[in-house]
C-alpha cells in the first residue's frame, strides 16, 4: 500500500521527509528515500540535485565512498557539480 501522492507532488512530500529524517539524525532513512529517488525516479537536473542532496546525507553518515558512488551515478557536466565530487574526493 503505498501512502504518498504519485507525481512531482510526491516527489517533493517524500523529499521533504527525507529533510525532516536528517534532522532527527534518522540519516540511513532519509538517504534511503532519497536513494530510491534518484535510481528509479528522477532524470536530467532534477536527479543531479537530489543525488548532490543524497551525496550530503552519505557525508553526514560517515560514508564517503556512498557520497561518490551517488555523486557519479547521478552525474552532470555541471561545472559546480565536478567541484562538488572532487571535494569529496579530497
Not at 534518522?26 to 532524470?43: E, F, I, M, T, Y
Not at 557525508?59 to 572532487?86: E, G, V
Request: glycine share 6%; hydrophobic share 40%; aromatic share 2%.
Amino acid at each position: 500500500m503505498k501512502l504518498t501522492t504519485t507525481g512531482e507532488k510526491g516527489d517533493e512530500m517524500v523529499r521533504r521527509l527525507a529533510d525532516q529524517l536528517v534532522g532527527v539524525d534518522l540519516l540511513d532513512k532519509a538517504g534511503a528515500l532519497l536513494d530510491n529517488q534518484v535510481r528509479s525516479r528522477l532524470q536530467g537536473l532534477e536527479k543531479t540535485k537530489v543525488g548532490t542532496r543524497l551525496a550530503l546525507i552519505h557525508l553526514l553518515n560517515q560514508q564517503p565512498q556512498k557520497a561518490i558512488d551517488i555523486l557519479s551515478f547521478s552525474d552532470t557536466p555541471h561545472p559546480r557539480r565536478r567541484i562538488c565530487s572532487s571535494s569529496v574526493v579530497i
